[in-house]
T-cell receptor
Framework: LAKTTQPISMDSYEGQEVNITCSHN???????ITWYQQFPSQGPRFIIQ???TKVTNEVASLFIPADRKSSTLSLPRVSLSDTAVYYC????????????FGKGTRLSVIA | DGGITQSPKYLFRKEGQNVTLSCEQN?????MYWYRQDPGQGLRLIYY???????QKGDIAEGYSVSREKKESFPLTVTSAQKNPTAFYLC????????????FGAGTRLSVL
């Protein structure tokens, strides 16, 4: 499984755009990139998934460069309620091996 | 309401006691998972199951046991062999396999008396 590296923590003010970058240098051809969000004392929640270029949904955007060795989760205009831990996972499921949740990035949004 | 239900929300274990955490899903998902989360840490996989009557060990299976007799149920037993069971336990399910979106329950917080 491709190993991922994310910043341990980030701070942001309300209303700003937040970009969290995940490094996955040994990503395989069939691997997808998936992001989850976790609030304290709750289970993680799926945010977005992508394979290449850009994916956007109502919550976030995911930017993946051509070499796919990294990806960036972009949260537009964050609010206090976006304070959470964000996990980047890489894997393809073809091997049907569960993806690994690392320690994630703890985002703190400040008023 | 479709989803994953974990019970109980809080559980206390005495020394030498086995305890069982319940996980039920009505999403008609084939795959189910159990994770352990310690304070300030990520999720670590205990066991997973991709089909009824079959399951595989995850990274930290020692001291735990599971069963998958029904598609909708995947109970986890924390045995007395698990010497440090205090943690937040999360159950998840996905449609078929690892690449599918995982849906999580609300978790069970286990403490030792």
């Amino acid at each position: 499984l491709a190993k991922t590296t994310q910043p341990i923590s980030m701070d942001s003010y309300e209303g700003q755009e937040v970009n969290i970058t995940c490094s996955h240098n040994n990503i395989a051809t069939n691997d997808y990139i998936t992001w989850y969000q976790q609030f304290p004392s709750q289970g993680p929640r799926f945010i977005i998934q992508g394979y290449k270029t850009k994916v956007t949904n109502e919550v976030a955007s995911l930017f993946i460069p051509a070499d796919r060795k990294s990806s960036t989760l972009s949260l537009p205009r964050v609010s206090l309620s976006d304070t959470a831990v964000y996990y980047c996972l890489v894997g393809d499921g073809l091997r049907n091996t569960p993806l690994v949740f690392g320690k994630g990035t703890r985002l703190s949004v400040i008023a | 309401d479709g989803g994953i239900t974990q019970s109980p929300k809080y559980l206390f274990r005495k020394e030498g006691q086995n305890v069982t955490l319940s996980c039920e899903q009505n999403l008609n998902h084939d795959a189910m998972y159990w994770y352990r989360q310690d304070p300030g840490q990520g999720l670590r996989l205990i066991y997973y199951s991709q089909i009824v009557n079959d399951f595989q060990k995850g990274d930290i299976a020692e001291g735990y046991s599971v069963s998958r007799e029904k598609k909708e149920s995947f109970p986890l037993t924390v045995t007395s062999a698990q010497k440090n069971p205090t943690a937040f336990y999360l159950c998840a399910s996905s449609l078929t396999g690892a690449r599918d979106i995982q849906y999580f329950g609300a978790g069970t917080r286990l403490s030792v008396l």
